[in-house]
C-alpha cells in the first residue's frame, strides 16, 4: 500500500489581506501529524514569503506577521526589500 501525503491543516487565522491598496494572502498552516505552524504570505504576483521555522500556534505566528507588518513595513512582509526576517527562538 502507497503513504498517503499527509493533510494539511489551514489556521482560520489565515485570509486576504489588503494594506495600501496591495492585496495578498497571509496563510498559517501545518501538517497533521507534526506540531508547528508555519507562515507564508502569498503575493500577488504568484511569489511568496514564507518564515523560517515553525511557530508554536497559530497564534503565535499571526503575531508575528502583525508584528513584521507594524515594525518592518508592508515592504518587508511581501519580500520587497532586502530585509533578513529573523525567526524569533524558544528556549
Known sequence: ???RDPNIIHSGLSGLKSVDGISYEVCIY????????????K??????????GTFKT????????????????????LGTDDVVIPFPRTE
Open 30 to 41: 501545518r501538517l497533521e501529524h507534526i506540531p508547528g505552524w508555519a507562515l507564508e504570505v
Open 58 to 77: 497559530d497564534e503565535d505566528a499571526y503575531a508575528e506577521y502583525e508584528r513584521t507588518l507594524h515594525e518592518d513595513g508592508l515592504s518587508a512582509v
Open 1 to 3: 500500500m502507497k503513504d
Open 43 to 52: 503575493l500577488p504576483d504568484g511569489g511568496s514569503v514564507v518564515w523560517d
